[in-house]
């Protein structure tokens, strides 16, 4: 079966979508993150986008529902690398995803997660 | 049901099978029955918004509602077909949408178009979201025959 690849680097877990996901595959990637989560403690997952000319709502209801399951199971998600005109698009269809942290970069996107495990 | 099956005539008789005096300057349909069609319309949106010469924002934003459009006629009307039209008024050219099913219907039109309703356990953005996405946005639903929605993005 298709999937995602997810990248452990410490107790952080890297995504990196490079395909045009079809929803199937999306629910799987949110559940092999979850699972991931709980089988490597890991305190943060990094999603890159950057790759991604589209997110639509279900695609961002992935993405929200994915950073609420990692907070419940003691995890941050940060969403980034997300195209400027993905984010135009994202705000004008109404998703505004309530509770993800976004970062410009992956880099830029570690130092958040760094930092908020020192809290 | 085959999954590749394309679906050959039109579904059910709507008036947004026209394009109201608009000259068609070429067409394409496929089938919407997997998630996988839902792919396939991206595709061919994103390469005909292409020719269209369309700004990538303005891109987005159809590829976007057609994705949303394309999952609901697989989700509610349980597949139909989708029809692709580069349309000319004589002044501008813009690509229109047509996405058809032969489904329930919808029952109240304004109620599916606002923000939060849902049926399917979707966020409810799908309709009311599409429509902001698109220059024109039309829809013909009629309950046990089907549903058509017609979005038009014009090149300006």
Redesign the interface.
């Known amino acids: 079966m298709e999937r995602i690849p997810i990248l452990r680097i410490g107790d952080l877990l890297l995504v990196s979508i490079q395909v045009?996901?079809?929803?199937?595959?999306a629910m799987t990637l949110q559940d092999d993150l979850t699972e991931r989560i709980v089988r490597d403690s890991a305190k943060g997952v990094l999603i890159d986008i950057s790759a991604l000319?589209?997110?639509?709502?279900?695609i961002?209801?992935m993405i929200s529902n994915t950073a609420a399951m990692a907070r419940v199971l003691d995890a941050q998600t940060v969403l980034v690398g997300m195209?400027?005109?993905?984010a135009?698009?994202l705000v004008?269809?109404?998703?505004t995803l309530p509770g993800v942290k976004t970062a410009l970069n992956v880099e830029k996107g570690m130092a958040l997660l760094g930092k908020s495990h020192l809290r | 049901m085959n999954m590749n099956q394309a679906p050959v005539a039109v579904l059910f008789n709507s008036r947004l099978l026209t394009t109201g005096g608009r000259e068609i300057q070429h067409s394409a349909t496929l089938p919407l029955r997997s998630?996988?069609h839902?792919?396939s319309v991206?595709?061919l949106v994103?390469e005909q918004a292409l020719e269209l010469k369309l700004s990538?924002?303005e891109?987005?934003?159809l590829?976007?509602a057609a994705?949303?459009l394309a999952?609901n006629t697989i989700k509610y009307g349980g597949g139909g077909m989708v029809l692709a039209q580069m349309l000319s008024d004589g002044v501008r050219r813009g690509l229109r949408l047509v996405f058809a099913d032969d489904g329930p219907g919808i029952v109240d039109i304004e109620q599916a178009l606002r923000?939060g309703f849902t049926s399917g356990g979707?966020?409810g953005?799908?309709l009311?979201?599409?429509k902001?996405?698109v220059d024109e946005f039309d829809i013909d639903s009629r309950g046990g025959e089907g549903t058509a929605v017609a979005i038009i993005k014009w090149k300006k």
């Open positions: 045009d996901m079809h929803d199937r595959l000319d589209l997110v639509d709502s279900f961002g209801r195209q400027p005109a993905v135009i698009t004008e269809l109404g998703l | 998630d996988e839902v792919v991206r595709k994103r990538l924002v891109q987005t934003k590829v976007t994705s949303e999952r923000d979707g966020l953005l799908g009311g979201g599409a902001r996405l």
